[in-house]
């Protein structure tokens, strides 16, 4: 088999969805005690971190990553008992059904959120609700079969993350501070490509493909300020331990 050379741009519309599939390897990188990155391409990320009755999965990255996160979990010696998405874009929600299939729906509870709903459709309702911005909504959106079993809301504690409302990004965006040890498991509200870069302004060698309100994405930037965030677990990145010196730094690069 040939070489294929990936783009941010094939990512956020969907290239590996159902038309390319690749055994691809996925790397694990320690997050902090409870937690584990893993990575495909070098550029996609979805997190374990620990529970007392085992893992919660958040994100589910690429189509056909299923066989490798459940080899991860089994690894790393405990079950998968909760996926839990961010967003719906599709190197997010891509191995979704195929988990659940795997692990059986109703042993393992799908955690989103209502405004999350028309967009997880297939085909995605990209109506935009009253109050936000007026753009169009962008990225690949393929839409799951799954329907969660449980809808989250600002404030809530989901085991041992505080669910905070992060769109900008995307309608209907989330965030998740792991309250043990101040990681913010942060999807595509920030990235951290090089340094922590605010959604809408990334480093020049990353194209903006998927940032439906930049202003937006702003707003929740310096709401997270309010939060006390030791390091950022990014979509996009490695882990970055900057804190919020770090995040103060990125909102400061959006008005330049």
Aim: proline share 7%; aromatic share 6%; with cysteine.
């Amino acid at each position: 088999m040939g070489k294929y050379y990936v783009t941010p741009g094939d990512l956020s519309n969907g290239v590996f969805t159902d038309t390319l599939r690749i055994k691809l390897t996925m790397k694990t990188t320690p997050v902090a005690a409870n937690a584990f990155q893993l990575t495909r391409l070098g550029l996609v990320n979805c997190y374990l971190v620990r529970e007392t009755d085992g893992f919660t999965l958040i994100d589910a990255n690429l189509s056909n990553s299923h066989d490798d996160i459940l080899a991860a979990a089994k690894t790393l010696g405990a079950p998968i008992r909760r996926i839990l998405l961010t967003h719906a874009h599709v190197d997010h929600v891509g191995s979704v059904d195929a988990l659940l299939a795997k692990l059986g729906p109703t042993q393992v509870e799908f955690a989103s959120n209502t405004r999350s709903l028309p967009l997880l459709q297939k085909p995605p309702d990209k109506s935009l609700q009253p109050g936000e911005s007026n753009e169009e909504i962008r990225g690949g959106l393929p839409g799951i079969d799954a329907r969660p079993t449980r809808l989250l809301t600002e404030g809530e504690l989901y085991g041992s993350l505080l669910v905070i409302e992060t769109p900008g990004h995307i309608p209907g965006h989330l965030s998740f501070l792991d309250q043990r040890d101040g990681t913010l498991y942060a999807g595509d509200a920030v990235a951290s490509l090089g340094h922590v870069t605010v959604s809408g302004y990334p480093p020049w060698f990353f194209p903006n493909v998927g940032t439906w309100s930049k202003s937006t994405a702003v707003a929740t930037a310096n709401k997270l300020l309010a939060y006390p965030i030791e390091r950022f677990a990014c979509g996009h990145g490695a882990i970055n331990n900057g804190g919020i010196p770090a995040l103060r730094a990125a909102i400061a690069r959006t008005t330049r």
